[in-house]
């Protein structure tokens, strides 16, 4: 199993607790093990913790307890009241959210080359290149003088995704990327997160969308009252789950589909 | 008493009302500029810096934005002199006054937009990773300025009209002069509607400008 390999894990998340205040709490002890190249896919009730573990990874949340490592080494962890990140290893992920959070204010091109030039002060020539590349690969090539407001939101969500490429992530995160999309515009995103997938990246991803879990997932995570409830292959959890609440949970949203 | 209007008699004040228009002109725009770059400096430190700054500087602008122009006015025109020892030129008072009511008001302007920079833009800001110096300078204050660009033309009219209130403490602007016309050749109908047309003619496009920049601008770079 790979629970056993101790420190070969991509992220490792360890008896994470998580409090909006002094009454609600959303993460309550919740362990995952990601290894490198896994591509897992979080489902459950909403309310159930799943974006807001995602933000604990990225390192936009304060926890209240536990911690997580990544790529070994230490990353986020509770220290009496305050949460320590490091920074450093924050950079190597990637996240996009649900409603594209693009700078309106910069053209797309601008919005991509924005965090290279002043994360890795790289060359405004040199990230120009590179980012016309990325548009090109995600049919956005003829966009880059475009602003957000002129593109529609599956095209958003593909520069939002091309976005955090940029930086050479070794984790991307998406946050129910395609929930706030016109159904028809949310395959046009999903084509790109499969790109990504066959490429080999790892991602760690929240989606209301079975029929893309299954397509995407090498592992599906059931997440419901702030802890896990089942962990396991695709067709194990989607197709045959062993526990009750995630039969429940897969036999509803599937009767909804159908 | 026959009541047939007269305009002609204007003609004969031309060089007199343009030098009032030229003062107005002067004082507002150089008002606008400075009272602008205040309120932008003071929302921010009202936005961050630490408790007592946004205690006094709370002060300052509740203020100047809960009493008359009017009473400003004469508080730096006289009181000011005598408590700093100093006298200044009409113009100098005037600026000092109006920049500071300008300052008060745009700062509310810059605050309140500050704020309407969603959350989620800082958190984009975070998962790329961005410097602190980048996420301020390069996401959130333009941002904030572009939205505030609206209110801040707005308020810029309303400095143009309100600018003529210097003339209660004797300062030579477009009022001021326009009451003397009035008084010398007791035409004040004629008079003071051309001063108020020459008011509008310099304010409508204005406020027009913030509709074109609230409709063509904003829409443009919103989200």
Redesign the interface.
């Known amino acids: 199993m790979a629970d056993m390999r101790d420190g070969s894990a991509l992220v490792e998340i360890r008896d994470l607790h998580k409090s909006y205040g002094p009454n609600i709490q959303v993460l309550k002890g919740l362990n995952i093990q990601m290894m490198p190249g896994e591509r897992v896919v979080v489902i459950g009730p909403s309310g159930g913790g799943k974006s807001t573990l995602l ?1 604990v990874v ?3 949340e304060q926890i209240q307890g536990g911690s997580v490592r990544f790529g070994g080494k230490p990353y986020i962890s509770a220290k009496g009241d305050k949460t320590v990140i490091d ?1 450093e290893l ?2 190597q ?3 996009v ?1 649900q ?7 910069l053209s797309i091109m601008e919005n991509l080359i ?2 290279p030039r ?2 890795h002060g790289e060359s405004r020539a040199s990230a120009r290149e590179r980012g016309q590349k990325i548009l090109e690969r995600f049919g956005l090539g003829a966009k880059a003088d475009a ?4 593109l529609s939101g599956g095209q958003k969500q593909r520069v939002a995704i091309a ?2 490429l940029m ?1 050479d992530p070794k984790l991307m995160l998406f946050d129910e990327v395609t929930s706030a999309l016109d159904p028809e515009l949310v395959a046009e995103v999903e084509a790109v997160i499969l790109q990504l997938a066959e490429s080999g990246m790892p991602m760690m991803m929240v989606t209301h969308d079975m029929w893309f879990a299954r397509n995407v997932a090498s592992r599906v995570i059931f997440c419901a009252g702030g802890v896990v409830v089942e962990d396991g292959p695709p067709e194990q959890v989607l197709g045959d789950p062993r526990e009750e609440r995630t039969r429940e949970f897969i036999n509803r949203v599937f009767h909804i589909k159908a | 008493m026959g009541m047939t209007l007269d305009f002609s008699i204007l003609l004969l004040f031309t060089d007199a009302l343009a030098l009032g228009l030229w003062t107005t002109l002067r004082l507002t725009l150089l008002c606008i500029v400075l009272g602008t770059t205040l309120g932008f400096v003071i929302g921010l430190l009202r936005s961050s810096g630490n408790a007592v700054v946004r205690g006094l500087l709370g002060l300052y602008v509740e203020l100047f934005r809960g009493t008359p122009v009017l009473i400003q006015l004469f508080w730096i025109f006289f009181c000011l002199p005598l408590i700093l020892g100093v006298e200044f030129s009409n113009f100098v008072s005037a600026t000092i006054a109006l920049t500071l009511y300008m300052g008060a008001i745009t700062s509310e302007t810059f605050r309140a937009s500050l704020r309407s920079v969603g959350r ?2 800082m ?2 800001c ?6 602190r110096r ?1 996420q301020i300078v ?2 959130i204050l ?2 904030a300025v ?1 939205r505030a660009v609206p209110t801040l033309l707005s308020n810029a009219v309303s400095l143009f009209k309100e600018s003529a209130l210097v003339s209660a403490v004797g300062m030579a602007d477009l009022m001021f002069i326009g009451q003397n016309i009035s008084n010398n050749t007791a035409r004040p109908v004629e008079v003071l509607t051309v001063v108020a047309a020459i008011y509008f003619v310099i304010a409508f496009p204005l406020t027009r400008a913030v509709t074109v920049v609230e409709q063509k601008l904003l ?5």
């Open positions: 933000r990225m390192g936009l920074t924050r950079k992920i990637g996240m959210f409603h594209y959070t693009l700078f309106p204010h924005l965090a002043k994360v602003y957000p407001s002129q976005r955090a930086l | 989620e833009q958190d984009a975070v998962a790329l990773g961005l410097p980048a390069n996401v333009p941002q572009l829409r443009k770079f919103s989200a």
